[in-house]
């Protein structure tokens, strides 16, 4: 779960995007020499960074969301105690949350690009039987992905925000979209996220425990029985470690079934608590800030700069203030849900927006141009390198030889993040150099399309 020009980002939700209107008929893509190139920047880099936050599921199982507690390898211990520290506080910073944001707004704006293109090329019912059908395969992918290889898939909550919400709101202004998108990223994405991690509840179950403490000799019958209740507890996670790690080192037929119930569970965890608001928040925003060129880097550089100072003066204190009081509280639970997810989605939504508006002003003033076309790259695999890096996380963790779910140092985690992003690089530039598409984004188009769509690079050019 811990995470889509099309926009969707790691999912390419659309054919290439383009700067004018292709000729031809609505049942083909854009000509591959139409891109977006900062739609391509974004989504790599949001596909790259997403994999510091799925990690955390890849490689072993953690006391609390994002933060490196009750792991079967201790961290904030010995000689790496400080990088432990610094990879935390900077993965909050920049990265959690904010990837996976990123990728929602990308998603959202795509359904503004692709409806648009196929609009000015055929009638509107035409091109809403394409929009429905590439979503609805994109559905089919998204079940296929978390329910077979990896329960934190997110492809099918964004199928399903773009089969149900997000094609009435294509036509709406950019006012509009920018003030519905921000009052439900904000309202409800909070309402979601303290429902997703339990706030009232594990705030009231903390002052209860507080206070039996505090009663001593004096305690009542009730408050023994909590005490005790909490110490049973304590005392069997040993046991519930080692099951865990048992069932997280299984091969890919035997884990199957714990991957289906989890996935499920998740999905019910995402939907029931309405967390998925978040998501479809930063979608109708995106929508929004693709209308305004916002996305396509047309906007003045002063509102890209106005932008990320206020975007960190919000969510830089949030995330340092909340970190500093849960470590002095002991990274306790408590400490969590009221200082890090009560205002979590405040400041996710304040460093996407930061971290967007930094990433395009790189693209405009053309500095690091390999670097930047290297992340174009992994962009415009999206899809591909999604499930990808899903393939070889689970070998590497889970379904191979080595069975390193719960054996590796924290920091080490990271080690394993570097190795796939150079993959992930290496991998993309070396297939765009034959291949116009990934090829799942080549078959996500041949399917949308009903029709074989050309992928050599030669085929197009001729």
Request: include cysteine.
């Amino acid at each position: 779960m811990k995470d889509m020009r099309s926009a969707s980002t790691l999912i390419e939700t659309l054919p290439p995007g383009t700067t004018e209107e292709v000729a031809g008929p609505a049942e083909t893509p854009v000509q591959q020499t139409h891109r977006l190139p900062s739609l391509d920047v974004l989504r790599g880099f949001a596909l790259l960074g997403i994999l510091m936050i799925n990690v955390e599921a890849f490689a072993g199982p953690e006391g609390l969301w994002g933060i490196p507690v009750g792991l079967p390898m201790p961290a904030f211990t010995g000689w790496h105690s400080g990088l432990d520290y610094v990879i935390v506080v900077l993965k909050w910073m920049f990265i959690e949350g904010k990837m996976r944001s990123m990728f929602s707004m990308l998603f959202g704006a795509g359904v503004v690009l692709l409806t648009e293109r196929l609009e000015r090329r055929s009638s509107a019912a035409r091109s809403a039987m394409i929009y429905y059908r590439r979503n609805l395969w994109l559905l089919v992918f998204g079940l296929c992905h978390g329910f077979l290889l990896w329960f934190g898939d997110i492809l099918v909550d964004y199928s399903v925000m773009a089969l149900v919400v997000l094609y009435p709101l294509r036509r709406l202004g950019t006012r509009t979209l920018l003030i519905l998108g921000l009052t439900v990223w904000l309202v409800g994405g909070t309402f979601g996220s303290t429902r997703v991690f339990d706030v009232a509840n594990t705030l009231h179950a903390d002052a209860e425990l507080t206070a039996a403490k505090a009663a001593g000799p004096s305690a009542t019958a009730a408050q023994r029985a909590l005490l005790q209740a909490a110490e049973d507890q304590r005392r069997a996670s040993g046991g519930m470690m080692q099951e865990t790690l048992r069932q997280g080192r299984l091969g890919f037929l035997a884990g199957l079934p714990g991957r289906i119930a989890t996935e499920r569970t998740i999905l019910n965890l995402k939907f029931g608590s309405f967390w998925i608001l978040e998501w479809l928040g930063a979608m109708i925003t995106g929508m929004g800030l693709y209308k305004s060129g916002f996305l396509i880097n047309k906007r003045p550089v002063q509102e890209y700069l106005r932008l990320a100072i206020a975007g960190y003066a919000i969510a830089l204190p949030l995330v340092l203030v909340g970190l500093w009081n849960l470590y002095k509280a002991g990274l306790t639970n408590a400490a969590f849900a009221r200082w890090i997810a009560i205002p979590y989605t405040t400041e996710v939504m304040a460093g996407t927006l930061a971290n967007a508006s930094i990433l395009l002003l790189i693209v405009r003033i053309g500095r690091l141009r390999r670097t930047i076309r290297a992340v174009a790259a992994v962009g415009r695999t999206a899809f591909s390198n999604y499930i990808l890096t899903t393939l070889l996380c689970q070998s590497l963790f889970a379904w191979g030889p080595w069975k390193l779910y719960g054996r590796l140092e924290y920091y080490q985690w990271y080690v394993i993040v570097a190795g796939v992003w150079i993959i992930n690089l290496l991998a993309s530039y070396l297939w765009l150099r034959v291949f116009a598409f990934g090829p799942l984004e080549w078959l996500w188009r041949s399917l949308t399309y009903w029709k074989r769509q050309p992928i050599l690079l030669e085929e197009i050019q001729n």
